[in-house]
């Protein structure tokens, strides 16, 4: 890397380094020099619309902000004179003259902090609490660096209705100051444009165009706005109330593959918020709507199971861990290999796989690694595999000329490639959509197919087809009549593109067609040489899949050391997990996929929440969620990315490794003498070096199937909702519910 | 060709097209064949004459009467009383009339005559004939350019004629012209701000309806001088005939290879394209004009980066309003010493002023820079009506400042009325009579800058508001003598704080209201 040219400016007479791109407001703060400031923010582009950040320079007239103001050589800055301090001030009490200001300027305060600080359905005066931002507020904050202590304007209340009818969070535009960071987030951060101004100068207020819903303008509920927001107006629906958070972690979301960076605002016992790390190198603080607002519903759901239960002819009695891992021992002892299903759910994080594979192989002896994703993918399990497991970085969207999304749609998931995609193209790349429902990419798409899934290979094949020049096969004949011109200007592109970029999204899963879909994409990845990102819900596939938690292969056996490593051969017989036969017992490890199971006599799950079907466990192990447990995932690039706990396991919860290592050593089988996290990661370390301090991307190699691989013929799966161990979110987060029926 | 005795010259312009000029066209055209004087009289149309607020107005060559209020009733004693029997009709001639075109030299009165460089062809020539304008010497400029002068030769001649940009705030043309020269990029626009949202100006609207041709010359050898691609005239939507005159004088001029590729068989290609705005009076502001050019919001933009350096769509853009560009074609025919032998030495050339309010005659005057105020008002404006005195004047409109009585001698150029902290601005003067209420006159002001704050920034949206609340409980008498401190703080914060220039010049009008007529408010407040 060249190192850049630096710019020596002054800055209240200390002389600092600045580079020439940026403002001077953002040279002060990498020197921790102070300037007040509401409507600057990092990753934002310039607004100067608070005016507070206004300096002095020499050379330049009246009063510059800082803000919009670049460096020059040489130049000198002062930030607090006497006049600047005192315009400051101005400035703040216009600003909060239509902003209401109790909890800033009140006889009572003192006396309203001390006693009044409650919430309470009683006939009492509890203080005037209307604003949810109390004490986390820039506002607050910046009045009092500002010195500002009493206003001479009279507080005007705009009285605009709050909106609450949207999920998620609820706007209180009475509290906005118009600093244009929500609308600037929304449209040059997350490129989505459901937030703009409306209506002009003291009228003026934010919201989707056309007094439309947001909902219905298209947000995508990332949340990014309420993270943007300096004051009470946007505000979370469930944490609002909480107050100033405790303490903050760290983590990996856990709801799908991406791998997405969290970090998680907590008290002492709750997960309270969860916000973007725009400092992550994953996805730069692109996350969904699930990462943003599906956490502290599903984690502090009412429903959670606190402690381990047994069916009894009466009904489910709590009992205690001791009976709990007895009674489980005592089930799972002497049952043959091939009475037995155990079903591990591919959320769980790596340390928990690992555990259960061993578990599975060294107590019941089985070779049976059974998952939802087997289940779901039937034949073309190892297909898939092979194209999830080499999926290419998100960054390699970026530079794409050419892109083609398969099933993929990133309104409430899969953000940060769905935005590196808009990125690209508008950039100039030549986007194609194919899906079977409108998706969020179509606007900005050169083509938008949509059409039935069955049709999908067709329309891949076609493409291919005309990237080659080739002739149109009388197949195609109504897809040419469709799109036929579009068709080849951009597939032109494609041809004349080296960096084609092919996108699978999770809407290839659901097809019944996926096989025809797989094949077709196989071929644009080997014979037109497209680069291939794959997103997909199996948060921690390609953990299961270097901890060996899978039929047939062994732990470590899947990590590509040199890039002339053989493929892995499979026996066909090996994935193929029979669904018809009826079991003496079923254990679920973090599964909920009721709909494939066979019969069985005894049921164990190992679960957070109650699964949504007929069949009662008859044995129920509550675990702890990521939330409160440490380890890692291995995202669909191949990176080793932390969780870390949050909070500690809810009630008498425990997580899933502790189970599984008790079950079997109460049965006093196996070899799993693990005390805690590290010691799992210790015996890791064998297989991946380094582990789970991993900086370079995990590389697999491909599985190669011997045999014809029978299908377990339960017919296609269920159309795929987001769902965290097997409970759909929308069943737990209620704003979830809402986003999904509409998109449904 | 057909020798006519008398041309009759209809002015239509939005003003008069509102009195009903194209009935009394009718009506005169009608009459002229009913008395058989088709073959010797013709009815010419042309853009406005400069006089407002007086009815439909005929002009009748060779004698150069003016008629104004004239109605289709009175079209058929007209038509026989001047036109055929030969005797003026005395019940509507313009008593008033100032000297108002170079068409004859005489002197008829007690008027002086108007210098006229930028309304040289209105009110004479027919706006919509691109061969009348042609007659008149235009698109000589262009040719000139285009032959003799390479681009450095033009923006030095526009440099040395001293040209100050006509939109208001007076900088040097020649020199926005050299930044642009000097701006690297393959792809350059010329803007001309015709967002005309002064209150109380309407020159640009009157040159556009008057002398569409002229403003494409404009462009055209600024395109030139600046290796620009293409030209935009953002218009104010409201100017309905200003567009179609602009329209289909660029149709003309590009049937005519005048606009297009290679004009006048010269490697310069350039086009110009007419966008319509929506009537915010922000979007007069040039950063804000691009914005609502490229489709968004008004809302000012960041300076620095400025136009001239990325303008629209991020690309090197010279804006400049419709009178700059409408002085360019004949400083280029006449030569930048020409064009310095009119005005003043800091400030050279004519300025058109709209004078309106309490004055005998309104409407539109061009004069050399430097005349003072009480010419501008007695001589060209024909003094107060009914009779009236003298109170004071607003200057440069809303966004400019009051003047009272003792100002009336100043100079009326960009440089001068700096040094009194007043501004020339669009060169409105609202001139106002003994009876006129001072607080009532501010209260509208701050009103309308109320109405039109875009919202964008602290300063001007919530202190607009607060001067509102104030100026409103002064005029009700229902104010504090601190009240009135308050006001004049607000509007410092303002211009100190504020992001453009809307914000930061409120504090004009204010303070010079207070300066020159403050017992009036003294009296309204209580201590």
């Known amino acids: 890397m060249t190192k850049e040219k630096t710019i020596q400016i002054t800055i209240d007479n200390k002389t600092i380094d600045a580079r020439p791109n940026q403002t001077i407001l953002q040279a002060a703060r990498e020197y921790q020099i102070y300037i007040p400031s509401l409507c600057a923010m990092e990753h934002l582009s310039s607004y100067g619309a608070c005016r507070l950040c206004v300096v002095e320079v020499d050379g330049l007239r009246g009063f510059p902000t800082s803000c919009t103001t670049p460096v020059e050589e040489g130049m000198v800055i002062r930030t607090d004179t006497a006049e600047v301090k005192g315009l400051r001030q101005e400035v703040l009490k216009l600003l909060l003259s239509e902003h209401p200001a109790s909890c800033l300027f009140c006889t009572e305060q003192d006396e309203c902090k001390q006693y009044m600080g409650t919430i309470r359905k009683v006939g009492a005066t509890t203080g005037c609490r209307y604003c949810p931002n109390d004490h986390r507020c820039e506002l607050q904050q910046i009045a009092e660096n500002i010195g500002l202590t009493e206003t001479s304007y009279p507080v005007y209340y705009r009285n605009f209705p709050v909106e609450k009818y949207d999920p998620f969070y609820d706007r209180d535009y009475n509290l906005c100051i118009l600093c244009g960071r929500c609308v600037r987030v929304c449209n040059n951060v997350r490129l989505n444009g459901t937030l703009s101004f409306k209506q002009r100068g003291r009228v003026t207020t934010i919201g989707p165009a056309f007094d439309r819903s947001h909902i219905d303008a298209g947000c995508e509920f990332c949340g990014a706005c309420v993270t943007a927001c300096p004051t009470g107006a946007l505000s979370v629906k469930v944490s609002k109330w909480y107050g100033r958070p405790e303490g903050q972690v760290a983590t990996t979301c856990n709801y799908c593959s991406a791998g997405c960076r969290l970090i998680l605002q907590t008290t002492k016992t709750d997960v309270i918020d969860a916000l973007p790390d725009y400092d992550s190198a994953v996805e730069h603080g692109i996350i969904c709507v699930k990462g943003r607002f599906g956490i502290t519903e599903y984690v502090h759901s009412p429903l959670r199971y606190g402690t381990p239960k047994e069916m009894t002819p009466a009904g489910y009695n709590d009992i205690s861990w001791e009976e709990a891992i007895a009674k489980a021992a005592g089930k799972l002892s002497g049952l043959k290999p091939d009475d037995c299903l155990i079903v591990v759910s591919p959320q769980l994080l790596t340390e928990d796989l690992f555990v259960a594979q061993q578990f599975i192989r060294q107590v019941t002896g089985s070779e049976e690694v059974a998952s939802s994703f087997i289940f779901d993918l039937d034949g073309d399990a190892a297909s898939f595999i092979n194209l999830a497991l080499a999926s290419e970085p998100f960054e390699t969207i970026e530079k794409a000329q050419g892109i083609l999304a398969v099933g993929f749609d990133s309104t409430y998931g899969y953000s940060p490639i769905g935005v590196k995609a808009k990125q690209a193209a508008q950039a100039g790349a030549s986007l194609m959509s194919l899906n079977s429902f409108e998706s969020n990419l179509d606007l900005l798409s050169k083509i938008a197919f949509v059409v039935n899934s069955s049709r999908w290979a067709d329309v891949l094949d076609l493409t291919m087809s005309r990237m080659s020049k080739g002739k149109a096969e009388k197949r195609f004949a109504d897809l040419v009549e469709m799109w036929g011109s579009d068709l080849n200007k951009t597939c032109e592109t494609f041809s004349c593109s080296s960096h084609n970029v092919l996108i699978v999204g999770p809407g290839i899963i659901d097809s019944p067609d996926r096989g025809k879909i797989l094949r077709s994409i196989e071929r644009m990845k080997n014979e037109y040489s497209w680069k291939v990102v794959v997103a997909h819900q199996y948060t921690n596939l390609a953990g299961m899949f270097a901890m060996g938690a899978c039929p047939g292969i062994k732990p470590g056996e899947m990590i590509k050391e040199a890039s002339a490593d053989k493929a892995v051969v499979l026996k066909a017989e090996l994935i193929h997990i029979d669904l018809r036969k009826k079991r003496k017992l079923i254990y679920l490890i973090g599964d909920a996929s009721f709909d494939s199971l066979p019969e069985c006599e005894f049921l164990i799950y190992q679960n957070a929440l109650p699964p949504q079907c007929s069949r009662q466990p008859d044995l129920i192990l509550p675990v702890s969620l990521f939330t409160e447990a440490s380890g890692t995932v291995i995202s669909a690039e191949g990176r080793v990315l932390q969780v870390k706990e949050a909070v500690a396991p809810y009630m008498d919860s425990k997580p899933d490794w502790w189970i599984l290592k008790s079950i079997a050593e109460k049965m006093g089988k196996g070899k799993m003498k693990f005390n805690d996290v590290s010691s799992i990661q210790g015996e890791i370390k064998k297989i991946i070096k380094g582990f789970p301090a991993v900086k370079k991307r995990i590389e697999f190699k491909e599985i190669e199937v011997k045999g014809n691989v029978k299908t377990h013929g339960k017919g296609k799966p269920a159309a795929w909702k987001s769902s965290y161990r097997g409970i759909p979110l929308g069943e737990v987060v209620s704003g979830i519910k809402v986003i999904e029926l509409k998109g449904g | ?527």
């Open chain 2, 1 to 527: 060709m057909n020798i006519v005795r008398n041309h009759v010259l209809i002015s239509i312009d939005a003003g008069t097209l509102m009195s009903g000029a194209r009935a009394v066209e009718d009506a005169l055209v009608k009459e002229i064949v009913k008395q058989g004087l088709d073959k010797e009289v013709s009815v010419l149309e042309t853009g406005s004459i400069g006089i407002t607020g007086r009815g439909v107005i005929l002009v009748v060559y060779p004698e150069g009467i003016y008629y104004a209020d004239v109605t289709p009733d009175d079209v058929p004693e007209l038509v026989e009383e001047h036109l055929l029997k030969g005797r003026p009709l005395t019940r509507l001639i313009l008593t008033e009339t100032p000297k108002r075109t170079i068409i004859t030299k005489e002197k008829t009165g007690l008027l002086k005559e108007q210098p006229r460089i930028v309304l040289k062809n209105c009110g004479f020539i027919d706006p919509e004939n691109i061969d009348e304008y042609i007659a008149a010497g235009g698109y000589e400029g262009i040719a000139k350019v285009l032959q003799t002068m390479t681009s450095e030769d033009v923006v030095a001649e526009i440099k040395s004629s001293g040209l100050l940009g006509r939109g208001g705030a007076g900088f040097p043309t020649g020199m926005k012209w050299d930044f642009a020269i000097k701006t690297p990029g393959d792809e350059k626009f010329v803007i001309c701000n015709a967002d005309e949202g002064e209150p109380g100006t309407f020159k640009d609207r009157l040159i556009l309806e008057g002398d569409p041709h002229k403003l494409i010359e404009g462009m055209l050898i600024a395109g030139y001088a600046i290796h620009g691609t293409r030209g935009f005239v953002y218009i104010r939507g409201e100017y309905s005939l200003s567009i179609e005159r602009i329209e289909k004088a660029i149709l003309d001029a590009r049937a005519y290879g005048l606009l297009g590729k290679n004009i006048l068989e010269s490697n310069f290609s350039f086009d110009i394209v007419v966008m319509k705005g929506a009537g915010a009076y922000v979007c007069g502001e040039e950063t804000a004009l691009i914005e609502s050019l490229e489709g968004k919001r008004g809302h000012p933009r960041n300076k620095p980066p400025f136009p001239i350096n990325a303008g629209l769509w991020g690309k090197p853009t010279l804006v400049n309003n419709v009178e700059t560009l409408a002085n360019i074609s004949e400083i280029i025919r006449n030569g930048a010493e020409w064009y310095k032998g009119y005005g003043t030495e800091k400030c050279s050339g004519t300025k058109v002023f709209t004078i309106l309010g309490h004055v005998a005659t309104p409407g539109l005057v061009e004069t050399e820079m430097g005349t003072t105020l009480k010419d501008i008002i007695f001589e060209y404006g024909g003094g107060i009506k009914n009779g009236k005195t003298f109170k004071g004047a607003l200057v440069g409109g809303a966004a400019g400042a009051f003047l009272g009585p003792d100002m009336l001698n100043v100079k009326m150029d960009f440089v001068n009325l700096k040094e009194y902290s007043a501004a020339l601005g669009s060169g409105a003067i609202l001139v106002m009579n003994e009876d006129t209420d001072m607080v009532d006159m501010l209260k509208s002001v701050l009103h309308f800058f109320k109405h039109e704050s875009c919202g964008h920034c602290v300063p001007c949206r919530l202190g607009t508001a607060r001067l509102v609340e104030l100026i409103d409980d002064i005029a009700a008498s229902k104010a504090k003598k601190e009240d009135i401190d308050q006001l004049l703080e607000i509007t410092r914060v303002m211009k100190d704080s504020s992001f453009c220039p809307l914000g930061q010049s409120v504090t004009l009008p204010v303070s010079s209201a207070l300066k020159y007529f403050k017992n009036e408010f003294m009296s309204r407040v209580t201590s």
